[in-house]
């Protein structure tokens, strides 16, 4: 049965914004400041570190002070959830996919 | 950005065959069903635009996990897309997008099923401006992952 919790919601909203998908390709290529990912993306200070924050909430990264500036690079989310769910979903989905085409073919006679 | 979550069966069966079995209640309790004894399937389905299929499904009376389809497109016998909010036993709910397409070939029917997933309804009506789904999200950044630098564990 397919497995649902609280975190992989988060983990969907997380990912849901244009911008913090942005900031997870950014970080993939290497760790950068909260300044640094401003400028980058042309937002303040503070809109910047909301959005780190919603990804910091579901380890999708993690931020390290380095003298006056915050480090952020992309964290150990507990991705092995999430890739356990889609591969129950995908299973569950193909099994209910093969069972209605052996119905359909015990039904009409055909040869599968 | 066209990742989802796509499955194909190639059917023996003509194609109206395939497309009526799938709106009718045996088909679609063939679809929901298990080998598991005991394992229930109720399915009411209004096959009509706007229309609304429901179906509960599960290994007891107690672990009951219930969709409610919404059909958006309905195009005998060639395609079905429908709308679906899937609630969890916590009361939780997700919701995808389901879309079923079927094609002839030779004798047979090839029926192509795609899911889209979609955190809250707020995106899934996003979506149909251009918003990757959840599901290409997740296969993105999950592909990503390996070139990962190591994360620290420093205070915050």
């Not at chain 1, 959830?81 to 129950?88: F, G, N, Q």
């Not at chain 2, 399937?41 to 209004?46: A, I, K, P, Q, T």
């Not at chain 2, 709308?83 to 029917?109: A, N, P, Y």
Request: glycine share 8%; hydrophobic share 35%.
């Amino acid at each position: 049965m397919q497995h649902h919790n609280a975190t992989l919601d988060r983990t969907f909203f997380a990912l849901s914004d244009p911008t913090r998908r942005g900031i997870l390709e950014r970080l993939s290529g290497g760790s950068a400041t909260i300044g640094e990912l401003a400028a980058r993306f042309g937002l303040t200070l503070n809109g910047v570190k909301k959005h780190v924050g919603v990804l910091e909430e579901v380890d999708l990264v993690t931020t390290t002070k380095v003298g006056r500036s915050r480090e952020c690079q992309l964290g150990s989310a507990e991705l092995a959830d999430v890739t356990a769910w889609i591969e129950s979903y995908r299973r569950t989905l193909e099994g209910r996919l093969e069972r209605f085409g052996a119905y359909v073919e015990a039904r009409t006679g055909g040869d599968g | 950005m066209t990742h989802e979550l796509r499955f194909e069966r190639l059917i023996d069966a003509e194609r109206e065959v395939v497309f009526d079995s799938f709106t009718d209640p045996d088909g679609q309790t063939a679809f929901y069903g298990q080998d598991q004894t005991g394992w229930i399937v109720r399915s009411e389905c209004d096959l009509r635009v706007g229309g609304v299929w429901t179906v509960e499904f599960g290994p007891s009376q107690a672990e009951l996990y219930r969709h409610r389809h919404v059909f958006e497109v309905i195009d005998r016998p060639r395609r079905l897309l429908l709308t679906t909010t899937e609630t969890r036993l916590d009361g939780s709910s997700f919701d995808t997008e389901l879309e079923i397409v079927f094609q002839e070939q030779d004798d047979k029917t090839l029926m192509t099923m795609v899911t889209r997933g979609f955190p809250t309804a707020e995106l899934r009506d996003e979506h149909r401006v251009g918003l990757p789904n959840a599901f290409d999200l997740l296969d993105q950044f999950v592909r990503a992952r390996p070139q990962m630098s190591q994360a620290k564990s420093d205070d915050l």
